[in-house]
């Protein structure tokens, strides 16, 4: 067997994945099936993201001139704001609110460990949504994840997560490409001997849990309720039988940023493509991380170029780095493009969010996001600009009704987004 | 470093009113215009704190912790305001002191609750690893655990999705493949070719691949290399596993020669094992030109002949086929004891005799029904967490066996051995706890115990991701990465182990170097791979501030930054962390160094405001006292002098250290608190304070040793008891 690079992993999709049970999920043919949410940190240098006019036919700034091809695809939104990323007395921390608020809506508890308190993120609502009809609830990913040591601002690393299961349980995203498709497709190569081992094995752990949360304090009976119901959801995705594929899996995190990028794009389409799930949040890098991109002609750590104060060579680097994130991304929209489904595209079925919770880097501030959003068949090539402080939940909260999530206004979001699905 | 002598404990009374005549009064004076009620300056309003009586002013421990640190660290009052006599300040410093030494005196030490601690990836791969003997890693695809505190293995901040719960299964899967032998089952060979152009490693010198092999067994590698040589070239290559050689060979290059060497039959245990190769042209005959590069790596096996089932497993002393109806009870009793760190009940055991019986129903197979039983031991609740009982609403000591395990994994990061276990089962563990610690430490499983803590305490964890940009720093490779880990590790372990003064890791005459690292330093005379103590007489070096380790890991990727290096030292070895700047107040950075200006200068700037000079004035300059290290950590000629706070000046790295030698207190106060931290899993919190000044009273009077400092913490009250929910 040999071991497959990024390059191979994609070819003719459609041909390589059996799809059990896929078809019978079949959703309305209007309706955009699946989510993508892709954070992109550390903020923008802003005039090179923002087009500078409204509507349409406007030029695509540096940042975003890899989307040129996508026009018709993306529209870009300006002026929303993740409030609850502000310090609100909580002093300085704009990292962990800003990852931490920006899918939940609400305001981080400051806490390095004990009573660790955010809300449920917009990609969990709808995971628990899309949880009877794919096997994979939600899939986290990310190309920098939590393994450096220290501290995050004073509060807890955890708070470095998007997504949130509940409000004391963030979903830490997994970085390597091997574990994403072992998890994706590893179910396939299980024999029908392993499947019932494993079936009577969490049989017997099931009751044990039970048991033993049953007469704990609060705390620890929440962190036993959290192995149940993990216990729980592998079992119900074992009642679904995975898709098998042929190819194998990638060997594990390439050194270089592109190749690892790509490769968990590669995997979310393939994820996407298989039906394995409908709910994908990416970071591209952690908040105020140290990820460096030698290959975007930047070896300094990200997050130190950000406080920039104007600095032009500092500017220079950032804009750089955030030009780069988004050509990865364009590299996702082609794939999706050119993965046909149903009647259409991979991305005519998809609504994909690229944003992030910090503007201006050097402010480190949490108004006028970098927003952008792609696919779902939503009318493109479109800059609409929205009203100081409108929160991005209120992006969200549409995002859920055009993905056919039945929810009620979350977090601090006040109601939808108007003129996202209409002309403007 | 810090402006007054060491402050003595519970020495000096204070009347009622020393409150009203000696604090209020200075407070009021020199402190309350910027720290007024209105947009208090860091948050911190002095008004509601002054009007208060005393002992209810004292009920707001945490501000007027602050308050003492700051005015202690010689921050407050900033550098331009007026100032009060320097006894009047020691004053208001002495009443906070003593004011909750006697608070804490008169109640019993609140020990607080753990909460039930998810065991991390260290722990689980240790606890599986002395569970069943086995040489093999099952956490190493599990995702990073997070940090709390500064730590991973804090049970507020450990949490378990479906994603890590199918790991488990996963994991216990292969260990129970592993460890319970099936007869007649043999893994085919296989063969696995790395290609270096698809692992991200194209054309490079070195390659590496973590291949997992599927049982223990006899396999062969194969590395071979890519490009035409002039004729007659000669090339070194060489192969290793997990760092040990497997294989080398000279290689003279002609067109049509076979561009690679092999390892014909190495054995390597099941799991996944790190497989290197390198490799470099010899200087003679002369070569100009591309050099050559590894094109791929390969692994083929098991091979037949290599394959011999492990029959350890089977405690009942049965060969297979002859396992009677007792074996699995005789087998699975005691392994359920030692997975789950406690006696284990009848009806457990149903449990998992309950499973085997139907697994060997549907299988027909003994073995196959032990694998079941094991998989259900390993992603068992009582395997995974570590959670300990309430015994009433009070405060109340722990049981034995949960002793036990917080020792073990204290110590070892791993589960009570057959010695510890005994001691619970007859509840003698608790008054013999000190001989106990004083074995663990003997023992090699300790190591364990400085990979992580000395790890995260020092943040050398980090050299594994850390990136300093290859154009700049070509001489830093995952080989001196790994030799700057294993320097501090060493080092650590000598404190530990011959129980010298904790002050050694502020400065110390001798470190550990192999020829590599001591090249880095560029010290001559130490030659070959192995580490060996070195004495660094005349040497500008000692300590962890001058490892390449701390250095590298306190640096930008591109250069050194005195900001980053100061911060590390408050955060890790003051334990004084400040705050991260305020929202409205862009970091000053050394942007200017890049075009040219100098870094003193650009920093200078963090003086002009009072907002930044509160903290810088004291972070900067420690910066400063390690500039003569570069970003890797190679000595250079620099500036390195500084000024703290109170005039204390220094010009040399030594000297700085020698500075901050002087305050062992502050040192061992850090430092205690960081390990009882890691010894809890849990923050240590205001109420902590009254045992964290025991164990610093205890090194003092011991000399700061080391292995003090570890008795102190396993003696502590939050070591040993526990609140029950709902009591005070």
Redesign the interface.
Known sequence: ?????RRHLLQGVGAAIGLPWLEAMAAPASTPKRLIVIYAPSGKIMPHWTPSAKGTGFAFPRTLASLEKHRSRVTVLSGLAANQGN?L?D????HARAASSYLTGVHPRKT?????RCGVSMDQIAATHFAKSTRI?SL?ITCE??????????Y???YQSISW?SES????P???P??VF??LF?DATLTP??R???R???D??R???TR??RD?????KR??E??L???R??ET?MDKAGPSIGTAAP??I???YR?HARLLFDLSALAFASGSTRMITFMLAREGG?Q?Y?EAGV???HH?CT???G?P??MEKVAKINAFHVEQFTYFLDKMQATADGEGTLLDNTLALYGAAIGDP???DHNNLPTLVAGGKLAGGRHLTYAKNTPVANLHLSLLHLAGVPVEPFGDATGRLDYLTGLA | MRRFATFLFGTLAFGADAFLDSVKPVLQAHCASCHGAKSPAGGLAMPALLAATSDESLRQRDKWERIADRIRAGEMPPKGAPRPAEEKLEAIVRWVDSSYEAIDRSRPVDPGRVTARRLNRFEYTNSVRDLLSLDMNPGEDFPADPYGYGFDNIGDVLSVNAGQTEQYLKAAERVSQSAVPVPGETVPATMHRYLAERMGQDRQLRMTVDHVFPIEGVYTLRAAFYQALKDGTRVRMRMSVDGKPAAEGELRFYYQIDRAIEAPGVRVTAGRHRVEATISVLPDPPYKGTPPYLEYLQVYGPLAEGQSPNQRFFTCGHGAGQHGTGCATQILAPLARKAWRRPVTGSEIDGLLGLAAREQTRTGSFEEAMRSALMAILVSPHFLFRVERDRGVGTHPISNHELASRLSYFLWGSLPDDELSRLADSGKLETTVKEQTLRMLRDPRSTGFVDSFAGQWLQTRNLSVLKPDAKLFSSFTGELAAAMRTETNLFFAEILRENRSILDFLDAPFTYLNERLAKHYGLAGVIGEEFRRVDLDGVQRGGVLTQGSVLTVSSYPTRTSPVIRGKWILDNLLNQPPPPPPPDVPALEEQGVASGGSMRQQLEKHRSSAACAACHTRMDPLGFGLENYDAIGRWREEDASGELPGGVRFATPAEMKKILRADPDVFARALTEKMLTYALGRGVELRDRAAVRQIVDRLRANGYRMQELILGIVESEPFRKRRGEGGA
Request: aromatic residues 2%.
């Open positions: 067997m040999t071991r497959l690079s310090a007395g002093g300085a921390g704009d390095e460990g004990a009573d660790i609830p986290e994840d939590s393994r450096q040591v220290g501290s995050c601002d004073s807890s690393c955890v299961k349980q963030p979903m830490a997994e970085m390597n091997r574990t072992e998890r590893g001997g392993q019932a081992a494993r009577s094995v969490l017997l752990t009751t044990e849990t033993l949360s704990l304090g609060t705390t620890d962190k036993l959290e192995y119901t993990a216990i959801e592998v995705r060997a594990g390439p050194t270089s190749e140290l460096t030698p070896p300094e750590a130190s406080h920039h104060r600095d060579e500092l050097n402010a480190h």
